[in-house]
């Protein structure tokens, strides 16, 4: 048995409580902490039933997927340590038995709370049922933990849609977080939707509004209560654990990568020149757990500890480079079953990218639904381009501004970390290859989220060479097309043309041509 490092000391015997336990941050969590931190005593995940299965089966169904591999074979028993409680952030209570609280109040060492609706487009009283009073029934229940030694509140770093630059520290909110509680107690949901867009002011949508609400509330337990936050910015597919390019969802950039790599987006508004603050996922996790350790060695300060896990600063990249990268590797890996070439690309101008829109995502979807209307299949591609748009068009609020994030407590952390740590937890961003890690991104999201073999890459190839073919046909076709009509319909362009050929078969050249060709 070798020596246990620092924080593999702080987390054993410790009983950890995750909220957000099946989500792509919550499993990766899980499966990091049994691994590397098998000291642990329990961890406890808060899990509620959905589409008729219990949490039991849900938390099975978690262990059973590739990620869990390593688990699965090198630590088995350790899978046993995982405890599933029947609960939901958004009900009273937490929806736990008196039994249960009972438990996690005289047991839990340390919270990680990872639960929230995600969804940007979310009506804002969901999002707020979720994220700001599921932050607070957790923090009531965390308040009467006997032996909690830290609290970690998982934010996002793009929450104060104000600021151009973030600094690790928590701000004001806009409005009183327990006023807007108990507006979206009070009202109904159509007077909520009419004062939706007053309320939110300059975030772009309920997610980051709910968020920031939620940072005041953990903010004005401290230090009362041992807790911290933490702000990742997007996350990405893994760069090595569990898996390389592990991603279980389409969420963002994977998204985006999926949609342009089958030849559905053409078009994204961007600008090429901001820099793009992504964070795979591993290393984000890494940050995490070594961050509940090194708070509990800090001395308290007047204001909450607040991280910023980004790589502002660290590893700039924009978003153009990113493109470009992409593209090269992506022709190398293409997905299967491609609808056109793709040869999509970023847009700067609003007009550009709304013109491309319309010619070459909504004119081609109707045209496909008509087929597929004539030849009684069902129709689907202008369900799935209006999804595109309206996932397009929150995104580019967050690429088409750049953003500062100061990450001065996380680079500490990262310098101050003993090297068994680093070596366990590796956080360095700085050994990140940007080339490799897009690669090892394109073939997660190809294999993890589209389930699709590496063994069907040479299939996917052929395929891509057939549809560049079409596409350049296409091309030459649509610019002949636009040229012909203009020669046909409009006069003066015709006489225009006729007047340089006749000028041209005057010069001396072209009559002996001419002449040659004659005779």
């Known amino acids: 048995m070798s020596e246990l490092t620092e924080i593999q000391s702080f987390y054993k015997g410790k009983n950890i409580f995750v909220t957000g336990g099946t989500g792509l941050m919550g499993k990766v969590l899980i499966e990091k902490l049994l691994y590397s931190c098998s000291d642990i005593n329990k961890i406890y995940v808060l899990i509620r039933p959905k589409r008729g299965r219990s949490p039991e089966t849900r938390m099975d169904e978690v262990f059973k997927l590739p990620m869990f591999q390593r688990v699965r074979k090198q630590k088995?028993?350790?899978l046993k340590k995982v405890v599933t409680l029947n609960g939901d952030v958004s009900v009273e209570n937490l929806g736990l038995t008196e039994e249960q609280s009972e438990l996690l109040m005289n047991e839990i060492d340390i919270v990680f709370h990872f639960a929230a609706n995600l969804k940007l487009e979310a009506k804002l009283k969901d999002a707020i049922e979720m994220n700001t009073v599921g932050t607070r029934r957790i923090l009531e229940l965390a308040k009467k933990m006997k032996k909690l030694k830290m609290f970690v509140h998982l934010s996002t770093a793009f929450c104060y849609a104000d600021k151009e630059e973030l600094d690790e520290k928590v701000y004001d909110a806009p409005t009183d977080p327990h006023d807007v509680m108990r507006m979206i107690e009070w009202l109904d949901e159509s007077a909520i939707d009419l004062i939706t867009p007053k309320l939110l002011n300059l975030h772009p949508n309920t997610y980051t509004y709910s968020k920031r609400l939620a940072e005041k509330l953990v903010a004005?337990?401290?230090p009362n209560l041992p807790c911290i936050i933490a702000r990742p910015s997007i996350v990405t597919p893994a760069l090595t654990e569990p898996l390389p390019g592990w991603v279980d969802n389409l969420n963002g950039p994977v998204g985006i990568m999926v949609g342009a790599g089958k030849g559905v987006i053409r078009s994204m508004l961007c600008n090429e020149k901001y820099h793009a603050e992504v964070m795979p996922v591993d290393f984000a996790i890494n940050f995490l757990i070594s961050i509940a350790h090194k708070a509990t060695t800090i001395e308290k300060k007047t204001s909450i500890p607040v991280y910023n896990i980004t790589q502002s600063g660290v590893v700039p990249i924009t978003w153009g480079e990113v493109l470009r990268k992409g593209k090269k590797i992506a022709y190398q890996y293409p997905f299967e079953g491609q609808i056109w070439y793709p040869s999509g690309d970023i847009h700067n101008s609003k007009f550009v990218h709304n013109l491309i829109v319309f010619f070459f995502h909504i004119v081609p979807a109707y045209f496909i639904d008509f087929l597929m209307l004539i030849f009684r299949q069902k129709r689907f591609m202008v369900r799935i381009q209006n999804r595109i748009s309206v996932g397009l068009e929150l995104l580019q609020y967050f690429t088409t501004r750049e953003w500062v994030f100061h990450n001065t407590n996380l680079l500490i952390l990262w310098k101050e970390m003993n090297p068994k740590d680093r070596e366990i937890?590796?956080?360095?961003?700085?050994?990140i290859d940007e080339d490799e890690y897009i690669k090892?991104?394109?073939l997660g999201a190809r294999q993890y989220c589209m389930k699709e073999?590496?063994?069907?890459?040479p299939k996917a190839r052929r395929h891509q060479a057939v549809m560049y073919i079409i596409h350049l046909i296409a091309i030459y076709l649509f610019y002949f097309g636009i040229l012909y009509f203009i020669y046909k319909n409009f006069e003066f362009v015709r006489f225009g043309l006729d007047?340089?050929?006749e000028n041209m078969k005057s010069l001396p050249i072209l009559n002996k041509v001419m002449q040659k060709i004659n005779h």
Do not use: K
């Open 453 to 457: 073999n590496l063994s069907t890459l």
């Open 220 to 222: 004005d337990e401290y």
């Open 425 to 431: 937890f590796p956080i360095d961003l700085l050994s």
């Open 440 to 442: 090892t991104c394109i």
């Open 499 to 501: 007047s340089v050929t």
């Open 76 to 78: 088995s028993q350790m």
